[in-house]
């Protein structure tokens, strides 16, 4: 759509904010959204009618192909408030360019920069009082699309619906996370959508998952597909593996997301001048350096979380346990991460995006 023509948003505010009534000491992610949310429908070839309204319930047909075909791709992002109250977002468009690289793939129409920039900072200015100050605290920021075209014909719908709910969060996970490599499952495979925010990407690993946390792991690190040689990705998170004093991920490819905290964390690494290696990671290596003690940290890497270390190791019959070293990697990429969101600390690399 040419940005000239982009239709006005439209705003229904609502007459009681819910905010009072929250716990925002005991929220459970993701499950308590903000007073408002943004839809916008696709239909007749044109993104029309962006509305932010009151959050709620939607009525769609059954019939939808959302339901039959999976057809529907999302984001994960986060706004911050500073000591100050104002409010920033992270590298915003990073994500704006992934919904769009993911919604080529499950063949759905891109999303205007114009619409989603102005519907993304006017949801976020106006459920502002829902986001906390503190270190952990944000506002959960998840844009999706969906097929709303009603026809159980598996081809692609003609009709959309772009949404963006927000929800306030604290700390994604507690404590360590304990891992197993997959050796027989998969998440992504060439020519696949592993590379996509794809709905059923995440439907499709809660199976595997489970079976993990049957033995007493709570996530899997993902293999590829063919020989379960390369380690990939742990759970939705990108993965990191210090070796000695190397920092080591895997390259992104159409098996691994484009993470924007992956490739913080990159830049934050080369920054502080430590080593870091982009190639593929051998299974085989990291269960060596586990058992000669120099793989010191693994972490994964996501806007969930942020960083989380990974406390152990599970592979075939053997559980690798690793100890935190002082100089831990994953606890300053924090920090310096977190600092930079909340705007506590310099931005050297020009990420913050103000909410104005
Ligand atoms: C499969 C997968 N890998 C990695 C990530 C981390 O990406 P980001 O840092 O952009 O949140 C996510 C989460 O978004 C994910 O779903």
């Not at 891109?110 to 906390?132: C, G, H, N, S, Y």
């Not at 692609?156 to 499952?185: C, N, W």
């Not at 895997?250 to 290696?277: C, F, M, W, Y």
């Not at 935190?324 to 690399?349: C, G, V, W």
Request: aromatic share 12%; net charge negative.
């Amino acid at each position: 759509m040419n940005s000239s023509i982009t239709p006005k948003l439209n705003i229904l505010k609502t007459e009681t904010s819910r905010v009072k009534e929250v716990d925002f000491d005991n929220l459970v992610f993701g499950s308590t959204f903000t007073d408002h949310m943004f839809e916008c429908d696709f239909i007749n070839g044109e993104w029309q009618n962006p509305t932010i309204r009151p959050y709620g319930n939607l009525s769609i047909s059954p019939g939808a192909k959302v339901f039959h075909y999976g057809q529907a791709v999302f984001e994960g992002m986060k706004a911050y408030k500073d000591e100050d109250g104002k409010v920033w977002l992270f590298r915003p468009q990073q994500n704006f360019e992934r919904i769009n690289k993911s919604a080529k793939r499950l063949a759905i129409p891109e999303f205007p920069r114009d619409i989603f920039f102005e519907a993304l900072t006017t949801l976020v200015r106006m459920d502002k009082e829902w986001i906390q100050p503190g270190l952990g605290n944000s506002l959960y920021i998840r844009p999706f699309v969906m097929a709303t075209q009603v026809g159980v014909s598996a081809s692609p719908s003609t009709e959309y619906k772009f949404m963006i709910l927000a929800a306030p969060a604290q700390a994604y996970y507690t404590g360590d996370v304990r891992v197993v490599i997959a050796d027989h499952y998969s998440r992504a495979a060439n020519g696949g959508v592993g590379a996509a925010k794809a709905a059923g990407n995440y439907g499709a690993q809660f199976y595997p998952t489970n079976l993990a946390r049957e033995k007493g792991f709570h996530q899997v690190i993902w293999t590829d597909d063919s020989e379960h040689k390369y380690l990939e990705e742990a759970g939705t998170m990108n993965v990191f593996f210090r070796v000695n004093d190397t920092l080591i991920t895997a390259p992104v490819s159409d098996r691994i997301l484009d993470g924007v905290t992956r490739k913080s964390v990159i830049d934050i690494a080369k920054h502080n001048n430590i080593d870091v290696e982009v190639r593929p990671v051998l299974v085989s290596e990291i269960v060596e350096a586990a058992k000669d003690g120099s793989l010191k940290e693994i972490f994964g890497a996501g806007t969930a979380a942020v960083i989380s270390p990974v406390s152990a190791i599970g592979h075939k019959e053997h559980v690798y346990e690793l100890t935190k070293p002082e100089d831990s990697y994953s606890a300053r990429f924090k920090k310096d991460l977190m600092s930079i969101q909340h705007n506590i600390t310099e931005d050297p690399f020009g990420w913050r995006f103000e909410v104005k």
